[in-house]
């Protein structure tokens, strides 16, 4: 099987997964009311593939989970908040990720918090007031709580995963590069 047809594998299951989180993450009850606090289940998958294959492949699996979310629930405004609220989260996670020192879960925090700034941005234009800034303070607590679960979960799919190692392209492109260092290092710390 060529490299390029197991990626293509591995993004379908990573985007299948980001929609049975999704569905999952939907039935639990989160205590708080302000409308954009989630669990953020789904972005395991997105911390997974970045971490096992690079962040061009991240990207897609996070742009495939925006578009197919946005189709299941079909509101205009909710693919808004997504797109904002992801992209924002994506391209942080990609600099902390490339910074190298930072560990899974500090990534996954920093994309949290970026998603729920992204979200209020978009509400704040979408709904042109400021004053849903009165919300940032609750959600930014939610995505630090969030953050570090998801991205403990991740960590410890990772540790399960290393007997496969990272399937980004041998030598090639300096992020799969990267991405393999990434999994080698979560491989040696594996107990």
Request: charge should be positive; include cysteine; hydrophobic fraction near 60%.
């Amino acid at each position: 099987m060529s490299q390029k047809t197991k990626h293509l594998a591995y993004i379908a299951l990573f985007a299948a997964l980001t929609l049975v989180l999704g569905y999952l993450e939907a039935t639990i009850p989160v205590p708080v009311t302000i409308p954009g606090v989630k669990l953020g289940l789904a972005n395991i998958a997105v911390l997974i593939a970045l971490y096992l294959m690079g962040p061009r492949w991240a990207l897609a699996v996070m742009l495939l989970k925006v578009a197919v979310t946005s189709l299941i629930i079909g509101a205009p405004s909710m693919a808004l908040y997504s797109l904002a609220g992801s992209s924002l989260a994506y391209l942080g996670m990609y600099a902390a990720w490339s910074f190298g020192r930072l560990s899974l879960v500090a990534v996954s925090v920093i994309a949290a918090l970026l998603h729920n700034v992204g979200q209020i941005c978009a509400a704040i234009a979408i709904m042109q007031t400021p004053a849903l800034l009165v919300n940032l303070p609750v959600m930014i607590i939610a995505a630090c709580i969030t953050g570090v679960a998801t991205g403990a979960v991740a960590l410890g799919v990772l540790k399960a995963l290393s007997p496969l190692k990272s399937t980004a392209a041998q030598g090639g492109h300096a992020d799969d590069r990267l991405a393999q260092r990434h999994a080698a290092a979560i491989a040696a710390k594996r107990s």
